[in-house]
Structure formats: structure tokens, C-alpha cells
């Protein structure tokens, strides 16, 4: 043994403590071995101390037991008898050393067997040198390929990782995405919930109260294969609008009367259609301001017919499906639609096609969506503004509606807030009232050429309350007859003329009431253009009335008449001018002028010939002269003696 | 940002999620790059038979390659999902845009009402010519 290589022999002891488990890598893990007090323990259960200590049988049997071991340990196994009797709580303690001893008795037999050589001798195995060697080049080239297929993994990640990140399409594409992102994000509410990014196109945080959610989702736009060509209109980029708001919708206001003469209210003719993109808008946000618009228009019809079920009115507004209609005068009717078209191409290329009468009221339109924002405004500010925690922050004479002890009818009238159909109502009667005032003027104009009517619109007006001036003139005599100057302030209900001196006089919404007033007003208008005239031209005004009780009875207005003589006192012109019955105009003639009168025989002297003549009624028709005042110049002059 | 203000808790984890993915990641890489180059050394006799053994060390290298890929793929994600927390969290940016936007529209409102008040001006004024003109015409 000592001349040859050392050789390795392994004798592996039988385990001593207990596997617990084996791993999936042959590994195994043991029990760990009991600590002293927990051996103890374990031992102690053992002992039935309920059993007799001196059972017989018992102690016969461990002797027998004993004496069979005794021939190989008899010291301790004696020992163990003596101490203890019973010795099954010492098994564990026989069984070790029966283990040790097996042991033992191996390793004894080995080196036995080693030392005597009589049956075997060990050598050490020859080892063949090329079969060796064979298996680690073996191993070699196989983890040299295995190393390979490794490293061409890692560079096809490492190319994937690269293309993404240098620049090319597909980054661009994701830049691209993200700036977009950030673009949104600049402009809307965004929020990320899980995997998804939701955005909020509602009104509420600027102070809607429509309960609808509004939320659209962004969706990331990048499929399109690398190699295809990117269209135009590309957008990494898209958005999903609830299917609720799609398309667009508008609120469209409108006037209709039964007798179709209203055709001039916003005869605007403007073609609804969605715009074209406009270059640098993307059209995610096109999108969403359409689905926007469509929410603010069903917000504001929400609203709308929210207040029509609620308000008492005369005549109840009626709510049919998308459309509110409502009577603010007898005989018209104010109707308020909403138009939600879902953005079928089919659909909406059909509809604008026929280019119809466009009765849209704009201006009401435009002040409804106007309307809405300032209610959002008003709910936001009573909101968010810090005030007392013990009451709202209102008006200063809501807060003392306490201490001053108001009644409910003083506290409903400050709390008094106007709806907005209320409002939009009221902004109809207006508009329908104004432009009635101004089509009942404009065919008085028209139908009327002496004397001559001019209204100048006010430029400058409230949505209820609007002001013309009409101007009474005759033609050519501008200057001298400004007579009749009236302010017309065209209200919601009603018309309130002030005249030149002062009066004031309301007129209903009657068209036919306006119409009688001017005419009257134009009549008046003559008689003082006579006046004037008169004054200018050197005639005496014997007298002059605005309101004649006299003659017939005119169903407008009252006639008025004037008087007037020429500078020397030998004529005198009359004229009466009623509304109804036109004019009539007289000439005095002195007394010696006239013919017919037969000479009296009673007034012979000459001082009578200066009496008044009598009247003579001039064919006004006939007169020369293209109006009223041009002829009537035209008579006083004739009948103005030359110097 | 997350030093200067104090965020939510959800945002706080999430930040913290993050940081445990980018960890996780870079962990899993050169762990993996370790045992590869573990793997690749020739080693002893073993008890497996020597092809079981190169054809196992064949398939954990391969798995252990593309575990890094995976990880760095992953980092990329984490990039993207930064970029996006950023954008989408990034509130003194946003005030920052509307407050501009803000500025543009009011800017905006007052030109479109000055060039609407001199619009109204001039039309006013050509308005009142017109209406004399056109009441003292023939043709009404």
C-alpha cells in the first residue's frame, strides 16, 4: 500500500441525524439535531411513570435484552440497567450505539481486509489518458456553442433595444406619442386608472352640475408596420369619446308664426358643418371639442327643459323629445331643438345639401351657450370662494335677512334667480320685438312717401332693451321742419316712446298700435311743417291746434289744423290734416278780392273791405309740387303779394 | 419633485414600485450575466452523465440570455411608464400651460373685442349714413 499511489476509499458513515427532505438537486437537508433541554424533554414523555417501576415481566425482558448486548458493551449496558429499569425511554440510546457499533465493526472488517492482503489488494484504477481527455473537449465545444447561442440571444435583445432607442421610425413614433401626450396633458385632464390614461372633457371643474361623466380614454395609435408608409394625417396619438358624444350638435333657436311673413328673423344662411382640420390642430383635439360642444349643448337642453316642466306659465311649455317649444306672444312660437347629428357620413351629406331658409336665431344661440358658461361660473365662485363657515357667502342683504327679520316673500324676492329659459324667453320677445318695430317702420317708409320717415338704429343695446330714432321729415325741407323726433326703446314686452318734449307713451307689442301712433305723429308732422314753413316765409300764425275737436271723427288719433295769414293780412291759408281723412286745405280771400260776393248794401264803406272773404278749398291734388310742404311754399308764395 | 412636496400615498408607492422594478431589472441582469459565466466553466466530473450535463447548461444559458433580454426590455418599459408618470403627474408644467393658454386667450378676447367695438364703431357710423340714404330714396 505504502509503494504505490495513494488511493482514495471512501466509507461513507450511515447518517445520524434524521433526512428531513431531499431538494430537486440531490441536496438534502437533515432535522436539526434536539438541544439538551429539548432532548430532555422528548425523553422525559417517554417515561409512564403510571406504570410500577418494578414491574417484573418488564424487568425480566430488559435483562434478557441486556445480557444479549452485555457480551459487547457490558459496562455501560449494566449501568443503564441500574439506573434505570425500564429501558424502553433508553432505545434511542441503543440504538445509537448498536449504530456506532456497526460501525465500528465495518471500519475494523475494511481495514482488516486492507492490512491482511490476503484476499484483495487495492490499487489505484489506471486512468486511459485519452478518455480523459476526450469528454472535457467535449465539454468544451459544447458549452463554446451553448456560450454562442447565449451572446446571439443577447445581441438580438441588445439590437431590438437599440432600434428602439436610436432614431427611427418606430422612436420617432414613440416620441412622438409621448410628445403628443404631453400636448393633451397640457390642455385636458388626464389621469391614469390601472393600464389605461382617462381624460375628462366635462364642464365640472368649471362648475357644471350635468351629471354625465365625461370621460374619453387615450389610446395609443402605434400599429401601423414599420415599413409602411405613414399616411399624412397620422397621429400616434387617438382618443375614444363616450359613444354618447360623438358627432356634432348644436342648439338651434328658433321663431315661427303660423302666417309665414316672419321670414327675416336671422335669415343668416350659414352652413353647419364640421370645419375642416385645421393645419397644426391635431385631430384628437378637434375631437374632443366636438364631443365638448355636444356636452355643453345637453347640458344647456337638459337645463332648459328642466325649467320648462318646472316654471308656471301661461301657456305651459311643452317638451317633446329634443325640442322645447314655447308662446311668448299669441300666434308665435319659440322653438329650441337640439341637433345632435352621430357623425353618419351619410347623414350629415344628405342634410346640408338643400340649402333651406335658415330661421336660426344666432344671436340666442350664442347667448345660451354664453348663458350657460356665466351659470358655471356663478356655481364655481359660490363654491370654491372662502367664506363664513356659518352661512354661504352671498349677498350682503341676504345676510341681514336675519337680523332685519324678513318674511318669505321679501327673502323670495331677493332669492329671485332667473332661468335661463327664462332669460332666453325674455331675449326672443325682445329680438321678435325689435325686429317687428323695424319691418312695421320700414313699410310705414315704404308705403308712405310725404312726409318722409327715417330711423336710425342704435348702435349700442342689451340683449332686452334696444333703442331707435324716428325721424318725421318732408323731403328737401330737412332743416326747417325737425318737428318730430322720437325715441322708440324697444323693450321685452313693450315700447316706450319718448317724444321730442318729453311725453312718454308705452305701446304694447301690438304691431298695430306702433303703426297707428306714427301716423298720427305724421299728420301732426304736417300741420307743424306748416308752422315752420310759415315762420320762414313771413306769415302770420292766427292759430293752431294739434288736437282739432272739430270736423269729423277720425278713428286714429285726432286731426289737427292751422291757421295761418300771409304778411299782409289779405289771405289766409287753413289746413286740417287728420290721420284718416288727409288734408284739406283753404284760402281766405280779402273780401274785396272776391266776385261771388254780392255787394252788400249794408257794408258800402271801404274800411269794410278789409273783413275777411270767404274760403275757398284748394285742389290739393292738383297743386304742383312734389310733396306736402313743396306745395304748400309753392301757395304761400302765390299768395304773397310782390313787393 | 418627490423631495420637495409630499405625495399621496398611492403616487408614493407607485414611486417606490418603480424604483423596486429598476432593481429588480439591473439585479436580474448581472445575476443572470453571472451565472452564465458561471455556467461556462469547465468543470469536473460530476455525477450527471456529460451530455445531460452539456445539453442542461446549453438550455440554461439560453434561458439565462434571454432572461436579460427580458430585463432589458423591461427597463424600456420602465422608461416609457417614467415618461409617462412624469407627463401625466407633472402638475406645475400643466399650470405652467394653462396659465399661458390662459394669458393667450385673454389676449386673444381683447383683440377680438377691439377690433369688434371698432368694427361696431365704423358700421354704426356707415349704418347711420345708409339709413339716411336709404329713407330718402325712391326705392324703399
Known amino acids: 500500500m505504502s509503494g504505490g499511489p495513494a488511493v482514495r476509499i471512501s466509507i461513507e458513515s450511515s447518517c445520524e441525524k434524521q433526512v428531513q427532505e431531499v431538494a430537486l438537486d440531490g441536496t438534502e437537508t437533515y432535522v436539526p439535531p434536539l438541544s439538551m433541554s429539548q432532548n430532555l424533554a422528548k425523553l422525559a414523555q417517554r417515561i409512564d411513570f403510571s406504570q410500577g417501576s418494578d414491574s417484573e415481566e418488564d424487568g425480566a425482558e430488559g435483562e434478557s435484552r441486556d445480557r444479549e448486548w452485555s457480551k459487547q458493551e457490558p459496562e455501560e449496558e449494566e449501568g443503564a440497567v441500574k439506573f434505570q429499569p425500564s429501558l424502553w425511554p433508553w432505545d434511542s440510546v441503543r440504538n445509537n450505539l448498536r449504530s456506532a457499533l456497526t460501525e465500528m465493526c465495518v471500519l475494523h472488517d475494511v481495514l482488516s481486509v486492507v492490512k491482511e492482503k490476503k484476499y484483495m489488494a487495492l490499487d489505484p484504477v489506471s486512468h486511459d489518458p485519452s ?6 473537449v467535449f465539454q468544451l465545444i459544447s458549452k463554446k456553442k451553448s456560450l454562442g447561442t447565449a451572446a446571439q440571444i443577447l445581441l438580438k435583445g441588445a439590437e431590438r433595444l437599440s432600434k428602439s432607442v436610436a432614431e427611427n421610425q418606430e422612436n420617432r413614433r414613440q416620441r412622438d406619442f409621448n410628445s403628443e401626450l404631453l400636448r393633451l396633458r397640457s390642455q385636458w385632464k388626464l389621469r391614469k386608472v390601472g393600464d389605461k390614461i382617462l381624460g375628462d372633457l366635462s364642464y365640472r371643474s368649471a362648475g357644471s352640475l350635468f351629471p354625465h361623466h365625461g370621460t374619453f380614454e387615450v389610446i395609443k395609435n402605434t400599429d401601423i408596420h414599420l415599413d409602411k408608409k405613414i399616411p399624412e394625417d397620422y397621429c400616434p396619438l387617438d382618443v375614444q369619446i363616450p359613444s354618447d358624444l360623438e358627432g356634432s350638435a348644436y342648439i338651434k333657436v328658433s321663431i315661427q308664426k303660423q302666417a309665414p311673413d316672419i321670414g327675416d328673423l336671422g335669415t343668416v344662411n350659414l352652413f353647419r358643418r364640421l370645419q375642416k382640420n385645421k393645419s397644426g390642430t391635431q385631430p384628437w383635439h378637434v375631437k374632443l371639442e366636438a364631443a365638448q360642444n355636444v356636452l355643453l349643448c345637453k347640458e344647456i337642453f337638459a337645463q332648459l327643459s328642466r325649467e320648462a316642466v318646472q316654471i308656471k306659465s301661461q301657456i305651459p311649455h311643452i317638451v317633446v323629445k329634443n325640442q322645447i317649444i314655447s308662446q311668448p306672444f299669441p300666434g308665435l312660437q319659440l322653438s329650441i331643438s337640439l341637433c345632435h347629428s352621430t357623425g353618419d357620413k351619410k347623414n350629415s351629406r344628405s342634410s ?6 335658415d330661421d336660426h336665431l344666432y344671436v340666442l344661440e350664442h347667448n345660451l351657450h354664453q348663458m350657460m358658461r356665466e351659470f358655471h361660473k356663478q356655481q364655481l365662485s359660490s363654491v370654491v370662494m372662502p367664506h363664513p363657515a356659518t352661512a354661504p357667502f352671498g349677498h350682503k342683504r341676504m345676510r341681514l335677512a336675519g337680523p332685519l327679520a324678513y318674511d318669505k316673500a321679501e327673502i323670495s324676492s331677493l332669492q329671485h334667480n332667473e332661468g335661463l329659459l327664462e332669460k332666453i324667453i325674455r331675449q326672443a320677445k325682445h329680438i321678435f320685438l325689435r325686429s317687428r318695430t323695424a319691418r312695421t317702420i320700414d313699410s310705414l317708409a315704404s308705403r308712405i312717401e310725404d312726409p318722409q320717415i327715417q330711423a336710425h338704429w342704435s348702435n349700442i343695446n342689451d340683449v332686452y332693451e334696444s333703442s331707435v330714432k324716428v325721424l318725421i321729415t318732408s323731403q328737401g325741407y330737412e332743416q326747417i321742419c325737425k318737428s318730430i323726433q322720437l325715441q322708440l326703446n324697444i323693450g321685452v314686452k313693450q315700447i316706450r316712446v319718448v317724444h321730442r318734449d318729453g311725453r312718454v307713451i308705452t305701446l304694447s307689442h301690438q304691431e298695430q298700435e306702433l303703426q297707428d301712433f306714427l301716423l298720427s305723429q305724421m299728420s301732426q308732422h304736417q300741420v307743424h311743417a306748416v308752422q315752420q314753413l310759415a315762420k320762414v316765409m313771413g306769415w302770420h300764425v292766427l292759430s293752431f291746434s294739434n288736437h282739432v275737436g272739430l270736423g269729423p271723427v277720425e278713428s286714429i288719433g285726432n286731426a289737427s289744423a292751422i291757421t295761418v295769414a300771409s304778411p299782409n293780412g289779405e289771405f289766409a291759408i287753413s ?3 287728420g290721420p284718416e281723412s288727409g288734408c284739406k286745405v283753404l284760402v281766405q280771400f280779402p273780401r274785396s278780392q272776391s266776385k261771388e ?5 249794408v257794408i258800402q264803406d271801404s274800411k269794410w ?9 284748394v285742389h290739393w291734388s292738383k297743386m304742383e309740387g312734389r310733396n306736402f310742404v313743396y306745395k304748400m311754399e309753392l301757395l304761400m308764395a302765390a299768395l304773397t303779394p310782390c313787393p | 419633485m418627490a423631495t420637495q412636496r409630499v405625495l399621496p400615498q398611492s403616487k408614493e408607492t407607485l414611486l417606490q414600485n418603480y424604483n423596486k422594478r429598476l432593481k429588480d431589472d439591473i439585479k436580474s441582469i448581472m445575476d443572470n450575466f453571472t451565472e ?10 460530476t455525477q450527471v452523465s456529460r451530455p445531460a450535463q452539456a445539453e442542461q447548461d446549453h438550455y440554461e444559458m439560453h434561458v439565462r440570455a434571454a432572461n436579460i433580454v427580458r430585463a432589458g426590455e423591461s427597463l424600456m418599459k420602465l422608461v416609457s411608464d417614467l415618461k409617462q408618470f412624469l407627463i401625466l403627474n407633472d402638475f406645475p408644467s400643466v399650470n405652467d400651460a394653462i396659465s399661458l393658454q390662459n394669458q393667450q386667450l385673454r389676449s386673444l378676447q381683447e383683440e377680438c373685442d377691439k377690433k369688434l367695438m371698432s368694427l361696431r364703431d365704423e358700421i354704426a357710423v356707415d349704418l347711420y349714413e345708409l339709413e339716411e340714404e336709404y329713407y330718402s330714396s325712391r326705392y324703399k
Do not use: F, M
Open chain 1, 609 to 617: 273791405s278789409h273783413l275777411r272773404g270767404p274760403h275757398k278749398e
Open chain 2, 36 to 45: 452564465i459565466i458561471k455556467t461556462a466553466k469547465i468543470e469536473e466530473e
Open chain 1, 575 to 577: 289746413v286740417r290734416n
Open chain 1, 597 to 601: 260776393l254780392p255787394k252788400s248794401d
Open chain 1, 352 to 357: 346640408p345639401e338643400k340649402p333651406k331658409p
Open chain 1, 131 to 136: 478518455a480523459v481527455k476526450t469528454p472535457q
